[in-house]
């Protein structure tokens, strides 16, 4: 199966992209510290975030490609939330957190957006994400359902701040995930209701 890289939008609307070779993304061996520095490199160069999140895909891949070590870096889930977070980098002062997400299979998440720009490679199990979107009046926060990723092994998507979805964990194993963030406005992100209209902070 190809990998895929995925972007979704603050409007909801997910587009495919396509990727560098496996031999441009392994020339040369790829540290986490190299990782971190190019990364900062794009965000202090670009503003724009569809623009960095078109740029920081590929280093996603070269770095998970590279570095074998990551795909073993996460906590057992939790048997009664269901999931667990392990966090690999979160710098006072520096706008970027990296994480391992693991979830039990059926697990769901709440509808919510992020607040910031993130970024979901699968490294291991199959997720599907649900796509939402606001819809009138404006202002409202009653939203609809538009449409659904299924997400395997090597396959990464990447979000807007604003961007609604929900995850579930499909198949048999867990599901492992490398994730990455931007600063999070708490302000900002929210947990969805699509029945009685609401949001709530999350």
């Known amino acids: ?13 997910y587009k495919g992209y396509e990727i560098a070779t496996e031999s441009e993304l392994s020339a040369n061996p790829y540290r986490l510290f190299r990782f971190l520095t190019d990364l900062e490199d794009v965000l202090h160069s670009v503003s724009d975030d569809s623009v960095r999140l078109q740029k920081i895909r590929p ?37 970027l957190t990296v994480q391992t997400v693991v979830w039990l299979p059926g697990q769901v998440s ?11 490679a699968i490294v291991s199990g199959q997720e599907k994400n649900t796509v939402w979107r606001k819809v009138e009046p404006e202002g409202s926060e009653r939203i609809e359902k538009v449409g659904e990723l299924i997400l395997s092994p090597g396959d990464i998507i990447s979000f807007t701040p604003d961007a609604i979805h929900n995850v579930e964990a499909m198949g048999d194993e867990p ?14 992100r929210f947990q969805f209701d699509p029945i009685t209209s609401t949001a709530t902070n999350f």
């Open 175 to 188: 599901t492992v995930s490398f994730n990455l963030y931007g600063e999070t406005n708490y302000n900002q």
């Open 110 to 120: 709440p509808i919510h957006n992020h607040g910031t720009w993130g970024i979901v």
């Open 59 to 95: 280093l996603v891949r070269r770095l998970l490609n590279s570095s074998e070590w990551l795909h073993y870096e996460y906590l057992e889930p939790d048997s009664e939330t269901g999931w667990s977070v392990l966090t690999l980098y979160d710098e006072p002062d520096f706008p």
């Open 1 to 13: 199966m190809t990998s895929q890289d995925w972007l979704l939008t603050d409007d909801a609307s």
